[in-house]
């Protein structure tokens, strides 16, 4: 009898904003926010479809925590084999948050799967430990980047150099841009 193959898990991890770098602001009432919203829950369900269910955030405020509470909020809809890791760059990351974005932070440890802590304290760099580690556990890298200099254009190099699907839900991506 032949032997059954398991199919490879796909996984995914996001790379973007924080909310200052955004052109609009991320709020509901908000028409571009709301488009972008629109975007990233699709690209999500269509990952989903195509067999990634592992999804990773560095839940830094701004794109990461809005794209890990999508994922959540896909999980909920009743799909129980999607997972959320948390890449967490240093022990503590949240507590200088803003009261509201470090509510969301809580809310999606308390909710996710796993967190991955990588360092006990902050030091230059870990950032970018974060972003590769995310990138080398992964498939596809989700992002909305609009050209902008700094984390983000990194991580999407270092994405590229390392054959990784780039997904990028800018409306006027340019994916010659990485």
Known sequence: MPEKKEKAVKRCCFTGYRPSKFPFELSGSNGDYNEFLSA???????????????FYTGMAMGFDIIAAETVLKLKRRGNSEISLICAVPFKGQGNAYP????????????????????????????????????????????????????????????????????????????????
């Not at 990233?40 to 592992?54: A, D, H, N, P, R």
């Not at 984390?151 to 006027?172: D, H, S, V």
């Open 40 to 54: 990233l829950e699709s690209t999500i369900f269509s990952l989903y479809e195509k067999g990634c269910s592992v």
């Open 99 to 178: 009261d509201d974005w470090k509510e969301r932070y809580n809310n999606i440890i308390k909710s996710s799967d796993e967190t991955v802590v990588l360092s006990e304290t902050y030091y230059g760099g870990c950032y970018f430990k974060r972003n590769h580690f995310m990138v080398d556990n992964c498939d596809y890298v989700v992002t909305w980047y609009d050209g902008k200099r700094g984390g983000t254009m990194e991580t999407l190099n270092y994405a590229a150099k390392n054959g990784r699907e780039i997904i990028n839900i800018y409306p006027q991506a340019q994916l010659s841009i990485f």
